[in-house]
T-cell receptor, first 113, second 117 residues
């Protein structure tokens, strides 16, 4: 039962343009969401997060939007740079319990020149 | 910031032998650490939650006798893959929870590529 899904396994975007990565979840108990970037053979690195009490959080080129009613979040990267090419995972957790992260399936982003 | 060190980064072992992977929190105490496994082109699957001073909590379908977890101190958790088989070949990642940090303090190690031949 995949509670966090990223329906696009891959995405290709031209340098300078906007990258939009999507994530859907099914468990309404999740109240905190995170985005991680991962290179091959490395551990994930934290990018940005959002609490369920907000609908938007921005940090530099990265913005995360949360639509609770649709159980959907998205990560916007503007402008996209070649160094952004990696696999992006969204993750969710319910802060009220043991706080286990549930990861999505990942989206491979390729930023082309 | 919170740093998690994982060792070794890469290991090749013969089928039937055991392999130990270490996960250390370098500048903070971690009462809870998490062990994940990632197959190629797949998501990170939580294997178990390692609790300092007590038994680990395993996720459904994970064999606790095969994947031994020890969390003997507040800065070290180890995962031992016992009697390894080729199907255990995977990328293993640990994570430590740094309470009070930003983003709920989930910091990941750099991972261990295990290849069983």
């Amino acid at each position: 039962d995949q509670q966090v899904k990223q329906n696009s396994p891959s995405l290709s975007v031209q340098e300078g343009r906007i990258s939009i990565l999507n994530c859907d979840y099914t468990n309404s108990m999740f109240d905190y969401f995170l985005w991680y970037k991962k290179y091959p053979a490395e551990g994930p690195t934290f990018l940005i997060s959002i609490s369920s009490i907000k609908d938007k959080n921005e940090d530099g080129r990265f913005t995360v939007f949360l639509n609770k009613s649709a159980k959907h979040l998205s990560l916007h990267i503007v402008p996209s740079q070649p160094g952004d090419s990696a696999v992006y995972f969204c993750a969710a957790l319910y802060t009220g319990t043991a706080s286990k992260l549930t990861f999505g399936t990942g989206t491979r982003l390729q930023v082309t020149l | 910031g919170a740093v998690v060190s994982q060792h070794p980064s890469r290991v090749i072992c013969k089928s039937g032998t055991s392999v130990k992977i270490e996960c250390r929190s370098l500048d903070f105490q971690a009462t809870t650490m998490f062990w994940y496994r990632q197959f190629p082109k797949q998501s990170l699957m939580l294997m178990a939650t390692s609790n300092e001073g007590s038994k680990a909590t395993y996720e459904q379908g994970v064999e606790k006798d095969k994947f031994l977890i020890n969390h003997a101190s507040l800065t070290l958790s180890t995962l031992t893959v016992t009697s390894a088989h080729p199907e255990d070949s995977s990328f293993y990642i640990c994570s430590a929870n740094f309470r009070g940090g930003l983003n709920y303090g989930y910091t990941f190690g750099s991972g261990t590529r295990l290849t069983v031949v």
